[in-house]
């Protein structure tokens, strides 16, 4: 089992910055693949960013240059810089974890931009 515990939400203003955490406990192994995903109200859970343990990072066309994701492998933890909030932006932030085929998710986090 691998747990997920998600920090750094809030409320911020259009043009603002927040910082996610998210550190992963439980039976990490090294090979793995930690990411956030994003829902917004009435819409798909969608990819947002994510990035294996080498360092390999993929990212959703919309928060490119914007959104900058990262990771401690020491400490088992992920993080995702957003800055240049939009109020499209607003939504739940889960943390995800894969490894060979298993999928843990975080209990989410809320990001709310107001315009």
């Known amino acids: 089992q691998v747990q997920l515990v998600e920090s750094g939400g809030g409320l911020v203003q259009a043009g603002g910055s927040l910082r996610l955490s998210c550190a992963a406990s439980?039976?990490?192994?090294?090979?793995?693949?930690m990411g956030w995903y994003r829902q917004a109200p009435g819409k798909q859970r969608e990819l947002v960013a994510r990035i294996n343990s080498e360092g390999t990072t993929n990212y959703m066309d919309s928060v490119k240059g914007r959104f900058t994701i990262s990771r401690d492998n020491a400490k088992n933890t992920v993080y995702l810089q957003m800055n240049s909030l939009k109020p499209e932006d607003t939504a739940v932030y889960y943390c995800?974890?894969?490894?060979?085929?298993?999928?843990?998710w975080g209990q989410g986090t809320q990001v709310t931009v107001s315009s």
């Open positions: 439980g039976d990490i192994f090294r090979d793995n693949i």
């Open positions: 995800n974890y894969q490894w060979l085929g298993r999928i843990y």
